[in-house]
């Protein structure tokens, strides 16, 4: 069944063990069945629009040295349309929120895809997605990266994250190795190692090979992480351990800015959004001299109403944003 993407929302978690229970619905499900329950699939489609089929096309033509045409040709897993299946619950409790899909995975997959389609610039990359939830970003991205490795939390989400990958490997003409691989953020950088292989070994284990891989990854990603700040603290600890080791990474995060009411304030904010805007320093800020004592964070906010909307039927609105994030590391 094809499902109607609109916009998302996501209560803040709660300590409460009861709260914790509470079940959150992304409105990306709103088109699912009411009162549906358990696992449901969803197609989602996108396509190139028409004015970077154009462009793409005028780019193509070149000049040699003696002035000859040179015809540039489109990379052979290029495709103008892809559909993807992917299997989520239109329900769940906020500690399994990576069962379904948000919609700054949406925003993701659009400036990925374009990407993909005007650049060669992710074209045979190792790229970790933090958070990787169903896998969707991953998914598109594995059309043109060498390897890709989908990270997350909990044996369900997982679980259903290698579900995806399976469902779309026919649909999409996948040129990447996947690795779904478990990733707490609560736990420092390496992860469990699996040390032999064995039946009853858990699959999303990561091999000492699979960590040297992905400490060379050239690209991170990530969406709709930054709901929690806690959880935002964890993020930011994991991915200085990644970017301060291995080759250097750039890391692409999309998130949505939530507006809750707050006692201290009385006022809608989004603390969640200002605490994670706390650990960057805008790039134009950034001195860029080698005297720098303190590793640091540099960021600045993507433009999307340059990229265009790949994945059909969603609304951006305006409170969905992507930020490209380096790593500044300390000088001694």
């Not at 603390?271 to 706390?278: A, E, L, P, V």
């Not at 320093?281 to 001299?289: A, I, K, L, T, V």
Request: glycine letters at 4%; aromatic letters at 10%; proline letters at 4%.
């Amino acid at each position: 069944m094809e499902e109607r993407p609109v916009s998302s929302s996501l209560p803040l978690p709660s300590t409460s063990a009861e709260e914790l229970q509470d079940h959150v619905m992304s409105e990306v499900h709103l088109g699912c069945p009411p009162g549906h329950s358990g696992s449901h699939y969803s197609y989602f489609f996108s396509s190139v629009p028409p004015e970077v089929e154009a462009d793409s096309t005028h780019k193509s033509i070149l000049l040699d040295e003696d002035g000859d045409l040179v015809l540039t040709r489109r990379s052979k897993s290029s495709k103008q349309f892809f559909r993807v299946v992917i299997q989520h619950n239109i329900t769940s409790s906020i500690l399994n929120v990576g069962l379904q899909v948000w919609k700054a995975e949406l925003l993701l997959s659009d400036f990925l895809l374009h990407k993909m389609f005007t650049s060669s610039e992710f074209e045979g990359v190792v790229s970790l997605e933090l958070g990787a939830g169903t896998g969707l970003a991953g998914i598109l991205l594995a059309h043109v990266a060498k390897t890709v490795f989908l990270t997350d939390h909990g044996e369900e989400i997982l679980n259903n994250c290698a579900k995806n990958v399976d469902l779309n490997s026919e649909l999409i003409n996948c040129r990447a190795t996947i690795h779904v691989r478990e990733l707490n953020w609560m736990n420092s950088w390496p992860p469990r190692i699996s040390l032999k292989e064995s039946p009853n070994c858990n699959r999303h284990i990561w091999t000492s090979s699979e960590v040297e891989e992905a400490l060379e990854a050239a690209l991170l990603v990530a969406a709709d992480v930054i709901y929690s700040d806690d959880l935002t603290d964890a993020f930011f600890s994991t991915v200085e351990q990644l970017m301060s080791m291995g080759s250097e990474k750039v890391l692409y995060l999309a998130l949505e800015k939530r507006y809750n009411f707050s006692l201290d304030d009385l006022n809608v904010v989004a603390n969640g959004y200002s605490h994670f805007r706390s650990y960057l320093q805008d790039e134009g800020d950034f001195p860029g001299n080698e005297d720098c004592s303190r590793p640091c964070f540099v960021a600045k906010c993507i433009d999307m109403s340059q990229i265009p909307q790949y994945m059909r039927e969603y609304d951006r609105g305006n409170e969905v944003e992507i930020w490209q994030i380096k790593y500044h590391r300390r000088k001694f």
